[in-house]
């Protein structure tokens, strides 16, 4: 699944671990581990602040373009 992969990257370009994002998504490191290796998903609201930490699109986060840029 490309959330889970793109998740990852983002991450590790951005040189965070994976406690880093859970603190800032409230959620466990575990289970950010769980949605980069596509075990778990996440709520819509939860995809949308992940896309905002990142700076890109909720559309690139989830597969739909490869294109980073938040459409305003």
């Keep these: 699944m490309l959330f889970s992969k793109r998740l990852k990257e983002l991450r590790l ?3 965070l671990n ?5 603190i800032m998504l409230g959620v466990t490191p575990t289970q950010i581990s ?5 075990r778990r ?3 819509l609201e ?7 930490y990142f ?5 690139y986060l989830v597969g739909r ?3 980073r840029e938040v459409n305003l």
Excluded: Y
């Design 13 to 15: 370009e951005k040189k």
């Design 18 to 22: 994976q406690s880093d994002v859970g």
């Design 34 to 38: 769980d949605m980069e290796r596509g």
């Design 41 to 43: 998903t996440t709520t």
């Design 46 to 52: 939860k995809a949308v602040e992940l896309a905002d």
């Design 55 to 59: 700076g890109v699109s909720l559309d």
């Design 65 to 67: 373009t490869d294109k």
